[in-house]
């Protein structure tokens, strides 16, 4: 089981601004990192900590709150549907885990 | 730019060896892991090494079985399996560490080499 905890599916409609949510002890201790998956392609890293790859559009943003970290899309398009998931060292800081994964339906 | 190879189909107890070739970088500059996605799953870590140290770890599925090595002269990552189990079929990927924190944030991916096993 996964010491990330995301909700399995979330939708929202095009345009609109849409939070999707990761939570774990070790969020605590380590800022977590964001993937953007589509279907047949390798993961994307979309956000990491506050910061942003280069190329990744500036609607994406992340924040933390204590175990719990966010990553944020605003002005949805139809190309950010996707699976995203979140990932973190584990609590004893030397293993990595990742997230279950968030489906993103665009409506 | 990561480069995977090795995969393929083979039978339960047996083993396999996979490659990552880097280009564009030094991979002993950075921290490297495999990740893997078994069909219609999401994705699993399975093993790292460290730049510095060469110090690995695995996750509990693989620990023992599974082994993580670097050859810096040819700028390639393996991942030794043995003792495969029907659970280890997934997508195999290779994914560089930002290595820039405690953090582990993955910047850059291979494109996954395919592992089924199948009796």
């Known amino acids: 089981s996964s010491e990330l905890t995301q909700d399995p599916a979330v939708s929202v409609a095009l345009g609109q601004t849409l939070k999707i949510t990761c939570q774990g002890d070790?969020?605590?201790?380590?800022?977590g990192g964001w993937y953007q998956q589509k279907p047949g392609q390798a993961p994307l890293l979309v956000m990491y900590?506050?910061n942003r790859p280069s190329g990744i559009p500036d609607r994406f943003s992340g924040s933390s709150s204590g175990t719990t970290i966010s990553l944020t899309i605003t002005n949805v398009q139809a190309e950010d549907e996707a699976d995203y998931y979140c990932?973190?060292?584990?609590?004893?800081?030397?293993?990595?885990?990742f997230g279950g994964g968030t489906r993103l339906t665009v409506l | 730019q990561l480069v995977e190879s090795g995969g393929g189909l083979v039978q339960p107890g047996t083993s396999l060896r996979l490659s990552c070739a880097a280009s564009?970088?030094?991979?002993?500059?950075?921290?490297m892991h495999w990740v893997r996605q078994g069909p219609g799953k999401g994705l699993e870590w399975v093993a790292s090494?460290?730049?510095?140290?060469?110090?690995?770890d695995y996750a509990d599925s693989v620990r023992g079985r599974f082994t993580i090595s670097r050859d810096n002269a040819k700028n390639s990552l393996h991942l030794q399996m043995n003792s495969l189990r029907v659970e280890d079929t997934a997508l195999y990927y290779c994914?560089?560490?930002?290595?820039?924190?405690?953090?582990?944030?993955?910047?850059?991916w291979g494109q996954g080499t395919l592992v089924t096993v199948s009796s």
């Open positions: 564009g970088f030094s991979l002993r500059e950075f921290d």
């Open positions: 090494i460290k730049w510095k140290s060469g110090a690995s």
């Open positions: 994914a560089k560490d930002k290595s820039v924190t405690a953090a582990s944030y993955l910047d850059s």
């Open positions: 900590g506050r």
């Open positions: 070790s969020l605590r201790s380590y800022y």
């Open positions: 990932n973190s060292r584990d609590s004893s800081g030397t293993r990595v885990v």
